[in-house]
């Protein structure tokens, strides 16, 4: 089974996507998400440019060989452009495996752990009634976890609230169609004060049970996140996400010491180098990478073992920048897995699911990523071409100083 042909297709259905199709001689076809948001075209250039010239000829089987001479032989390692590139030909490769033994991804991982995925949905809403609405519609959807988000008094434009009304009430996309990134504004403190009153109210309204999550997007200083972990412990949150800039793993450290609410944290980080002192000094409780940001199957399974013996648990990143190939492949691996947390869901539009044809399902808030042979994600390259590269960009930050800020 050696690869005969591999292509990058670029489209835009809802949002732009990168995918990898590699081919094998004997007729077979995986697919690999290389999907980055905002610098979408840098990977399909490092794949076509510097990877594709390698893989023809090469034994599709051979999957950990591969992965170490793309990883190896680059000299430059790690980076997002260069893990999400290796991460495609890694799912396309496992995509491969799975099907040449007619079986899906997950019994090649070791077999199902569990019967189903606790996913969670985002709700936001720019004041209460309209977050209220949100988080009853998602129960409604059959989601049994939200992620809570909301817009803060005296900021115009906050990270996760959904588009002013009018628009698709459920709909959230960060990046927006354009040729600048859009700027928003940022206030810590107006922050820091409003996010506990909404977790009590949301409280009273659902009761105790609701699993509740929230996502910071690396606005805050150790010290401030410490004090919103705390101030949000009555209110018992599943996790705090990435509740300061990443690079800096000992900040988290400080976090901890002072308050219970659970750490995740990872959605841009690219290996597990990036989580070696999070995990050794157990400073986190969930690894939020995406199969498709961190290279795939091969080195997120690898990074879940490491988590797991500190008791630390998957919280693959799963938004819209997310292909449903590399979706699937995060619940192939959240399936056999024995450390899994939590999956997050955030549902691709209709024009998506046109183009990637789909089989893994979602039921009473469970995914399961479904027993075709492979992921089970095959991309419609003719209904792909509809739907050319479009520039959109991830809005950034600047505080009312106009100091740019961490968005
Ligand atoms: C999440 C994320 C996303 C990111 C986006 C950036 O927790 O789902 O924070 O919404 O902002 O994936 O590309
Ligand atoms: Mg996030």
Redesign the pocket.
């Known amino acids: 089974m050696n690869i005969a042909t591999a292509a990058v297709i670029v489209t835009s259905p809802d949002r732009n996507f990168v995918t990898l199709k590699l081919t094998t001689d004997d007729g077979l076809v995986g697919w690999g998400d290389a999907t980055?948001?905002?610098r979408e075209l840098s990977v399909a250039s490092y794949l076509t440019d510097h990877v594709v010239p390698l893989l023809i000829g090469r034994d599709a089987h051979r999957i950990e060989d591969t992965w170490q001479f793309l990883y190896r032989s680059a000299y430059w390692r790690r980076g997002p452009v260069t893990m999400a590139a290796i991460a495609a030909v890694d799912v396309a490769l496992w995509d491969l495996k799975a099907k040449a033994a007619g079986m899906p991804l997950y019994q090649l991982l070791g077999g199902a752990s569990r019967n189903g995925l606790m996913a969670y949905g985002?709700a936001s809403g720019r004041d209460q009634e309209e977050l209220f609405d949100s988080i009853r519609l998602r129960l409604d959807q059959g989601f049994r976890s939200i992620?809570v988000q909301t817009s803060i008094p005296g900021i115009d434009a906050v990270?996760?609230v959904r588009a002013p009304a009018g628009d698709e009430p459920t709909r959230?996309e960060?990046?927006q169609r354009s040729a600048q990134p859009m700027e928003e504004d940022w206030d810590t403190r107006a922050y820091l004060r409003h996010i506990p009153t909404v977790f009590e109210a949301v409280r009273n309204e659902f009761g105790p049970e609701l699993p509740l999550l929230h996502?910071v997007?690396h606005r805050l200083t150790p010290i401030q996140a410490a004090r919103l972990g705390k101030d949000l412990e009555p209110y018992d949150l599943f996790w705090m996400?990435?509740c300061t800039p990443a690079e800096n793993q000992d900040a988290l450290r400080l976090v901890r010491s002072h308050t219970t609410t659970p750490l995740a944290i990872g959605?841009?980080f690219n290996t597990i180098w990036d989580y070696q002192t999070l995990i050794k000094d157990q400073l986190i409780d969930y690894v939020?990478s995406?199969v498709t940001h961190t290279g795939g199957i091969t080195a997120m399974r690898k990074l879940l073992d490491y988590a797991a013996q500190y008791q630390i648990k998957s919280g693959i990143?799963?938004?819209?920048?997310?292909s449903p190939v590399g979706m699937a492949a995060g619940l192939h691996l959240d399936l056999a897995i024995h450390n899994f947390g939590i999956q997050?869901y955030?549902q691709h539009g209709d024009l998506t699911n046109e183009v990637f044809r789909q089989t893994f399902t979602f039921t009473k808030g469970y995914l399961h990523p479904g027993n075709e042979p492979g992921l089970g994600v095959e991309l419609d390259e003719e209904a792909a071409t509809k739907y050319p590269y479009k520039p959109a960009y991830?809005p950034y930050n600047r505080l009312k100083d106009g100091t740019v800020h961490d968005?």
């Open positions: 980055l948001n905002g985002h992620r990270y996760g959230y960060p990046a996502d997007h996400e990435d959605e841009v939020r995406a990143h799963g938004p819209t920048d997310i997050e955030m991830l968005w």
